[in-house]
C-alpha cells in the first residue's frame, strides 16, 4: 500500500515538473527520512516548481518564504501583537509553522535570519520569548539557492548546511523535456490544478516506518570504511561526521522504501554519498559555501577506491 502511495505521489510530481527523475526521488528521499533538502542550481530550471508540486501533493499546510537582505527573524518565526480587548500580547505565528517551508533563496538573507532557520531545522521547535513551541509533523523545509551568483548573497554557516539531508541539483532538461516545458507550461497551467494524493498523516505513518528498513552490518560497515576514508583522505581538511553518517544510513533506508524495499543495497548508500555528504565536508583547497564540485569529486574517487559488499 505505501509503495502504491509513493508512486501516485512520484507520478502526480512528475505531471507537473518535467526535470530529470533522480531529483524527484531524492526530494521524496528527504521527505520519507524526515530531512530537509537544499536545491541548488541555476534560475530557471525548476527548482520552486519542484518544491511546489511536492508540497501540493500532499494535503498539508504549504508556506512560501521569500528571503531577502531585509528580512528579519520575526518575518520567519512569528511575532506578538498587542491585542487591545483582551489587553494581552496574541502571538501571531510565522510561515515557520507550516509542514513544508519553502525558503526561496536562502542565500539572499543575513546570518542573522538564517539562524532563525536553524533551531526549527534542527529541533523541530522554535524559541520565541521565553517560550518553546514545537512544529507540527511533518515538517521539512526545502530551500533553493543559486551557486553561481555572488553579489547581494550571504554564506550559509557549515553548522547550517550540516542541518541539510541531501543537497541536489537539477541540470538543464533534455530536449524532449524542455520541449514539452515550451508546449504545455506546467508552472502556469498544471501546477494550480494539482491536486493532493496523500494526507500529511500518511506521510508522518511512512516516516515512523523508515527505521524498520534492514540495514544488514555489512552495509554499515561500507558507511564507517567510507567515513572512515573521508577523514583520512589528504585532500579533505574536515572529513564526515558521525552524524554526516548516520544521515547516509538514513537516507538509504529511505530510498530503499521509496524503491518498494524494506532492505538497503550498497548501491542505496553508493548513489546517496554525494548528495548526502558532499556539503559536510570541506577540501584543502577551501572555497566557501561547501564547494559542491571539489568535494563530489573526492568523493567519487573515494567511492571508486572503497569496496563495496557483494
Not at 530529470?20 to 537544499?38: E, N, Q, S, W, Y
Not at 541548488?40 to 511546489?52: H, Q
Not at 539557492?145 to 541531501?166: A, C, I, S, V
Amino acid at each position: 500500500m505505501s509503495v502504491n502511495q509513493l508512486d501516485q505521489l512520484r507520478q502526480n510530481i512528475c505531471s507537473v515538473f518535467f526535470g530529470p527523475t533522480r531529483a524527484v526521488d531524492l526530494l521524496l528521499t528527504g521527505l520519507l527520512a524526515g530531512g530537509h533538502v537544499l536545491i541548488e542550481d541555476v534560475p530557471g530550471v525548476g527548482k520552486t516548481v519542484l518544491a511546489r508540486a511536492l508540497a501540493r501533493s500532499i494535503a498539508c499546510r504549504f508556506s512560501r518564504i521569500q528571503l531577502t537582505p531585509d528580512l528579519l527573524p520575526s518575518d520567519v518565526l512569528g511575532v506578538s501583537v498587542y491585542n487591545p480587548e483582551t489587553r494581552s500580547f496574541d502571538f501571531k505565528p510565522g510561515p515557520i509553522f507550516a509542514n513544508i517551508v519553502l525558503a526561496d533563496e536562502i542565500n539572499r538573507t543575513t546570518p542573522r535570519t538564517q539562524s532563525a532557520l536553524l533551531e526549527a531545522m534542527s529541533e523541530r521547535q522554535v524559541s520565541i520569548e521565553n517560550r518553546t513551541i514545537p512544529l507540527e509533523r511533518p515538517f521539512m523545509v526545502v530551500a533553493t539557492q543559486n551557486p553561481f551568483e555572488f553579489e547581494g548573497t550571504y554564506y550559509l554557516p557549515e553548522n547550517q548546511l550540516d542541518r541539510f539531508l541531501l543537497r541536489i541539483t537539477l541540470g538543464y532538461p533534455d530536449r524532449a523535456g524542455e520541449q514539452r516545458i515550451l508546449t504545455i507550461q506546467p508552472a502556469r497551467t498544471r501546477l494550480e490544478d494539482l491536486q493532493p494524493v496523500m494526507s500529511a498523516e500518511a506521510v508522518v505513518a511512512l516516516q515512523d516506518r523508515v527505521h524498520d528498513v534492514r540495514i544488514d552490518p555489512a552495509v554499515l560497515q561500507y558507511i564507517l570504511d567510507i567515513a572512515q576514508a573521508t577523514r583520512q583522505e589528504s585532500e579533505l581538511h574536515l572529513g564526515l561526521s558521525p552524524r554526516g553518517a548516520l544521515a547516509l544510513s538514513l537516507a538509504a533506508q529511505a530510498l530503499a522504501m521509496l524503491q518498494g524495499r524494506n532492505y538497503v543495497l550498497p548501491d542505496d548508500v553508493k548513489s546517496l554519498v554525494i548528495p548526502v555528504c558532499a556539503h559536510r565536508i570541506i577540501s584543502r583547497a577551501y572555497v566557501h559555501d561547501g564547494d559542491a564540485s571539489t568535494t563530489s569529486r573526492i568523493l567519487q574517487r573515494i567511492l571508486d577506491e572503497v569496496p563495496a559488499p557483494g
